[in-house]
């Protein structure tokens, strides 16, 4: 049965879908080393202290995500290497753009904060639930587990935005004018 493993795991990290999978994990790796740089910036850019707080403890599990990736990297016998994740760097870069259009101080920018920052939480709930996805099929359990972990993460940090904005910011931002 040992040999059996053994020889399915040797054809897995052989295969075109290991090679997918461990491109897609550097790609999610740049993506949250990135967002480790861009994060401090969105809070300081929020109005609100429920959103500045949100955007910092969230700063905080995207840290903790970045050294999870190593782990996942290590669980599958690879080095944990970022690729430039064009999609993230898209996402970060009309994130600044909602912040230099909208005026300082406005619950208008957090709404347009909060709209940038749910649009990086969508992508990384795809990445992570895709990656999970395919750590089960090569058989990487403990991969499975580190990613699922994080997709749950991300998931939370969707919700609290959601919450964040629904809880007044949202409706404080009709009244402003231009």
């Given at each position: 049965m040992e040999t059996k493993l053994k020889k399915t795991t040797a054809g897995v990290q052989d295969s075109a879908l290991n090679e997918l999978f461990i491109d897609e994990l550097k790609d999610i790796y740049w993506a949250e080393k990135h967002l480790t740089k861009a994060l401090p910036k969105m809070a300081k850019a929020a109005?609100?202290?429920?959103?500045?707080?949100?955007?910092?403890?969230?700063?905080?599990?995207?840290?903790?995500?970045?050294?999870?990736?190593?782990?996942?990297f290590e669980s599958i016998g690879e080095k944990a290497v970022a690729k430039k994740c064009e999609a993230m760097a898209g996402l970060v870069?009309?994130?600044?753009?909602?912040?230099?259009?909208?005026?300082?101080?406005?619950?208008?920018?957090?709404?347009?904060?909060?709209?940038?920052?749910?649009?990086?939480?969508?992508?990384?709930?795809?990445?992570?639930?895709?990656?999970?996805?395919?750590a089960g099929v090569l058989g990487y359990n403990d991969a499975v587990d580190l990613l699922e972990a994080t997709l749950q993460e991300?998931?939370?940090?969707d919700n609290l935005l959601t919450k964040v904005a629904q809880g007044g910011i949202n409706a404080s931002s009709v009244s402003e004018r231009k």
């Open positions: 109005t609100s202290n429920e959103l500045r707080t949100a955007i910092e403890n969230h700063l905080s599990e995207t840290e903790n995500h970045v050294t999870r990736l190593e782990n996942v870069k009309e994130g600044e753009e909602i912040v230099q259009e909208t005026e300082k101080g406005t619950f208008t920018r957090d709404a347009g904060i909060i709209s940038a920052a749910q649009k990086v939480e969508h992508y990384e709930i795809a990445s992570y639930g895709t990656l999970k996805t395919l991300e998931k939370n940090a």
